[in-house]
């Protein structure tokens, strides 16, 4: 089967858990011999490309967050010129984009703002890969619905739309109505619905009015968790560790794992918090910090990636993810893959499936922080739950999951062509 990808982050260019996933499908629909087209926006200050300036890339060997190992003979990366980047904002792009480059006649490319420059790209897109061979579409979030609708329209081909984030998700009630618009008009052009998890099919099914027997649960899952360096947990007098791993943004919960972290100090008073991660809300946090006197035991270390970031989970005593809306969470399955325990937001996707794991509501302050105490005064109840949690990874594997993406495909193709 030939499939025909769009997303907007792939390794070496990663900024969340959506670089991570489409990597890790990508990676194991290519091992059971599918072939894929990946396309993905990139920006060089480079004038708009033609065909032959679309590029075939090996993914970044130097980082020791992917396997190593992986082959990719049936993937080729193609990368198109556009002015848009992971999680931007609709501000971010009309105060950032235009004023990194004075040249003109460049800025005439791309779009006005956000959503003009996404139609743009998606058109572009879809004339781009018009000669391509594939049998299925495949995209995912909202900035890749303006090139599936394209490709749909021209090739005539089935479109599945993975769904790793809604605009509800990231915004609340905040959410820009804009986004909003562009991602119920492809939920309900889509030919099927993938997503993460069963709450993300009930947000599709309750804020979009999709019809739920049109979605398909497929959940993420986590990788190399043979390979990985379990921690010596002999040491039990070193100063206890908590980590936030993230975006620093509404959707994670930042400002609960702060308040939490206080009232933790309140009774412990040798434990560090570590926020590893950036985002619009890192001021705000470092700023509560400050005011809650609690600086001294609290650290933010920005992004981390590769090295850095299995640094982070060795060192950590226990992970925790207070998520005001997750669709899935893959940091979780990575803590536990590093024999740490974690404490998971009830409003999160992964909380369906895996059982080893204390659960909070991300509001509620007092009893996040009564669980981080609990674990980090008996090391022997956070040994048991990491070990046990563990057990449980080795049923949540990529290739199950890309198995059961390539039966959607095959469903659908098999109607399209009964339709014909």
Not at 258 to 281: C, Q
């Amino acid at each position: 089967m030939h499939i025909l990808m769009f997303g907007w982050e792939f390794p070496p260019f990663v900024s969340g858990g959506l670089g991570v996933a489409c990597f890790e499908i990508t990676k194991a629909l290519t091992s059971l011999n599918h072939a894929l087209f990946f396309v993905m926006p990139r920006h060089d200050h480079l004038q708009e490309p033609s065909l032959s300036d679309f590029t075939r890339h090996a993914p970044d060997k130097s980082r020791p967050v992917f396997d190593e190992k992986s082959t990719f003979d049936n993937l080729t990366i193609l990368s198109l010129q556009a002015r848009f980047r992971p999680y931007v904002s609709f501000n971010d792009y009309n105060t950032g984009y235009h004023a990194e480059n004075n040249d003109s006649s460049a800025d005439s490319i791309y779009g006005n703002n956000l959503f003009q420059e996404a139609d743009r790209y998606g058109r572009k897109a879809a004339g781009l890969v018009r000669t391509l061979p594939f049998d299925i579409i495949h995209s995912h979030d909202w900035m890749t619905i303006p090139a599936a609708l394209q490709t749909q329209k021209s090739s005539s081909r089935p479109w599945v739309f993975h769904v790793h984030s809604l605009e509800y998700d990231r915004a609340g009630e905040r959410a820009n109505h804009e986004i909003v618009s562009i991602e119920r008009e492809g939920l309900a052009k889509a030919d099927c619905v993938i997503a993460v998890s069963a709450r993300t099919k009930n947000m599709i099914v309750e804020r979009y009015g999709i019809s739920p027997d049109k979605i398909s649960v497929i959940y993420n899952a986590v990788s190399k968790i043979e390979n990985r360096k379990h921690k010596d947990t002999t040491d039990r007098n070193h100063k206890k560790t908590v980590l936030f791993l993230g975006r620093i943004t509404f959707q994670k919960g930042p400002d609960y794992f702060v308040e939490a972290a206080a009232l933790v100090l309140e009774k412990m008073a040798d434990v560090t918090f570590i926020m590893a991660g950036s985002g619009d809300m890192t001021g705000q946090m470092m700023r509560r910090v400050n005011e809650l006197g609690i600086a001294d035991n609290f650290h933010f270390t920005g992004f981390l990636q590769g090295q850095e970031l299995e640094k982070a989970f060795a060192m950590s005593d226990l992970y925790v993810m207070p998520s005001v809306s997750e669709p899935f969470g893959i940091s979780p399955l990575e803590a536990i893959a590093y024999d740490v325990p974690v404490i998971i937001s009830r409003q999160s996707g992964v909380s369906e499936i895996l059982k080893h794991a204390l659960k909070v509501d991300f509001w509620d302050v007092k009893e996040m922080a009564s669980l981080i105490i609990s674990i980090l005064k008996h090391p022997a109840l956070g040994e048991t739950m990491a070990k046990e949690a563990y057990a449980e990874l080795k049923d949540m594997q990529w290739k199950k999951a890309a198995e059961k993406i390539v039966s959607v495909y095959e469903s659908l193709i098999t109607t399209a062509v009964t339709h014909e």
